[in-house]
């Protein structure tokens, strides 16, 4: 009986102490479980705020650009061709990106639609990226050959240069198609990709060199045309103020300027009212000053696409730093976290051309209002006609 006893009793502190830890390790997953949750749920959020964005942010300025004659040149016709790209990928690739999220970082869909996806994941992107370097040529061109630009650079040839860059982004997305391996469901980015993997090192670290390297030779064109800018930076010339005159006496703020041309014009041996000099002091505006201004709109222009690159670059820099961690043998698995936010981060990158456009173009905030401000009156007038 004492046995049994201490069999019961053992079996009754076995099964408290195994309640217990059982108890120990529910309250010690809730935590992790919460936290999982709530990462999950501000991903969603956030994505679906990076499409918004993107998508009307994106659409809206290439609604200007189509319709404002202001915002009808060559820099803002090429931020339209990189406005389309991120929109295509903000509307087409993030959206399955947030259901492998919903599911639990699975892929529902077929294997077919997961190629496509990345197909236009990698083409999109090799379009932001050629559209930029594009933009940076002209910008460099339109400073440096500013009479050759004007001459040959039309609108033809902007658009032959267009479907150049897209012949060459397709050239680059096309290749992985013939190979089954490269393009697939990628766990760790919760989005159809080009795998970055230790078994696809060879054909995946080229496209990784060819990104760094186009984005290194962006750097450096903005680098070369903001030393040139800096070199052959333009002074606005001096603007004379009209004398007073009163029995042929002047005084006023351009009286010193008015005594300096007759005198001039005396020792010429030029009398008044035979050709004199005087239209300097009349207060016309000088003959280069159309050409200054035109200089200064196209500083600005430049200044807002040399901000975009900078901005696409930074946002890509970790992901390209992921992909080759990924690749290389010597590293070990890269944490989750940095393969989270690198993605995040690329997804972000959509957002950047309408956002930085509206906070630092005066142009283009000054077609904005006038845009919004139009909308309102043909509504009052249609709310007016309504009521009458």
């Known amino acids: 009986m004492s046995t049994e006893g201490n069999i019961s009793d053992n079996n009754t502190s076995a099964s408290v102490s195994l309640s217990a830890?059982?108890?120990?390790?529910?309250?010690n997953d809730e935590p992790h479980h919460d936290w999982h949750a709530l990462r999950r749920y501000s991903w969603i959020v956030s994505m679906v705020i990076i499409i918004v964005i993107s998508v009307c942010g994106n659409g809206m300025l290439c609604l200007l650009v189509a319709i404002d004659k202001r915002l009808k040149r060559h820099p803002f016709f090429f931020l339209l061709n990189l406005s389309v790209a991120d929109t295509i990928r903000a509307g087409l690739c993030l959206p399955f990106l947030i259901s492998s999220v919903l599911h639990d970082r699975t892929w529902v869909h077929s294997s077919s639609l997961c190629e496509v996806i990345s197909f236009f994941n990698v083409y999109l992107t090799f379009g932001s990226l050629y559209s930029l370097l594009l933009i940076s040529i002209e910008r460099y061109m339109v400073l440096r050959f500013h009479k050759f630009h004007r001459r040959k650079i039309r609108g033809l040839t902007g658009l032959l240069c267009v479907l150049f860059m897209w012949a060459l982004s397709v050239s680059m997305a096309f290749?992985?198609?013939?190979?089954?391996?490269?393009?697939?469901?990628v766990e760790s980015e919760h989005q159809c990709n080009l795998k970055y993997s230790i078994h696809t090192r060879k054909d995946a670290i080229g496209y990784v060199i060819v990104f760094s390297t186009l984005a290194s030779f962006l750097l450096v064109a903005y680098l070369k045309i903001f030393c040139y800018m800096h070199a052959h930076r333009r002074m606005t010339p001096v603007q004379y103020v009209p004398a007073i005159s009163n029995n042929w006496t002047f005084y006023g703020p351009g009286a010193a300027t008015t005594s300096q041309i007759l005198a001039t014009s005396a020792s010429l041996g030029i009398r008044q009212g035979q050709g004199t000099p005087m239209a300097a002091a009349t207060g016309r505006r000088h003959p280069g000053n159309s050409q200054i201004r035109n200089f200064h709109k196209e500083e600005a222009s430049t200044k807002l696409m040399c901000l975009i690159?900078?901005?696409?670059?930074?946002l890509w820099i970790p992901y390209i730093v992921c992909c080759f961690c990924r690749t290389s043998k010597r590293t070990g698995d890269v944490p989750q976290i940095f393969i989270g936010v690198s993605t995040w981060l690329t997804c972000l990158q959509t957002t950047i051309v309408p956002v930085l456009s509206v906070l630092f173009s005066k142009e283009v905030r000054t077609v904005l209002n006038d845009?919004?401000?139009c909308k309102k009156a043909e509504n009052q007038e249609?709310?007016?006609s309504?009521?009458?």
């Open 21 to 27: 830890d059982n108890i120990g390790i529910s309250f």
């Open 175 to 185: 290749p992985p198609v013939f190979n089954s391996d490269l393009y697939g469901y």
């Open 309 to 314: 690159s900078v901005t696409y670059v930074v």
């Open 371 to 373: 845009f919004v401000i």
């Open 382 to 384: 249609e709310i007016n």
């Open 386 to 388: 309504e009521t009458i």
